[in-house]
């Protein structure tokens, strides 16, 4: 990364995190007048970072270590080490949001690993074992607990190259809760979906062609507790 992307970066984190200076704010102001990818930037990472305030995991204190071991990965050295910490999280945070994980990513990264317990234990991953295929395509999947509902992350290889699948959640009232859709490649894909359905409302995922043909069903085990 070029001096000036890394600073873009460095005024960029100091914003989501609400610890712009003065000079700062002046400094990116200027930036974002000027370039409009810049202002377009600074609007998606303050987006970003207001629902990364919102999200469960947040309530939780940091690990006590976390200063140090940002500061050694991104050789930075001693200088604000206490601000530029908190910097840099938020921004990671706030790209993971934006990226559309919800914050789960950034669970594992900050704690070692995600959570683990039984079914609809939040941000844990919950294996799915789909029914008996028709078809020698690979589809893996684990599906994520969160407050605000239910994602699936899946691994696919030797779909139809260039059609379109759309993954559903079936409540328990065999209600279809779109969690989104993805396009077969020769390649492998991995991509994560959801739907706003919480995981003890969620029985089933399903996931089909655009015509409603099923490619994997797979039943879900029942939240308990």
């Keep these: 990364m070029g001096e000036d992307q890394d600073r873009l ?13 003065d000079a700062e704010t002046a400094e990116l ?9 810049v202002a377009r930037e600074r609007r998606a990472t303050l987006e970003a970072a207001a629902l990364v305030d919102s999200s469960w995991w947040r309530r939780e204190d940091p690990p006590a270590d976390l200063e140090d071991v940002v500061v ?17 999280l938020a921004v990671a945070a706030a790209a993971l949001v934006a ?44 599906v994520v607990a969160h407050t605000w509902g239910t994602e699936a992350v899946l691994e696919v290889e030797g779909l139809v190259e ?4 759309e993954v559903i959640f079936l409540d328990d009232e065999g209600r279809r809760r779109s969690a ?4 077969g490649s020769a390649v492998p ?17 399903v ?19």
Excluded: H, M
């Design 9 to 21: 970066a460095e005024l960029l984190g100091a914003a989501a995190a609400g610890e712009l200076t």
């Design 29 to 37: 102001d200027a930036w974002a007048a000027a370039d409009p990818a």
């Design 72 to 88: 050694a990965a991104t050789g930075r050295g001693a200088r604000s080490r206490a601000r530029r910490s908190r910097v840099r």
């Design 99 to 142: 990226a559309g994980s919800a914050g789960t990513i950034a669970v594992d990264a900050l704690t070692g690993g995600p959570p683990e317990g039984p079914p609809g234990t939040l941000g844990a991953y919950e294996p799915v074992t789909f029914d008996a295929p028709a078809d020698e395509a690979r589809v893996g999947a684990e």
């Design 162 to 165: 260039g059609a379109s699948y």
């Design 180 to 183: 989104g859709a993805f396009l």
């Design 189 to 205: 894909i991995d991509c994560r979906v959801n739907a706003a359905v919480l995981r003890e409302d969620v029985r089933e995922l």
């Design 207 to 225: 996931i089909t062609t655009d015509d409603g043909q099923v490619v994997r069903s797979a039943e879900l085990p029942a939240v308990t507790g």
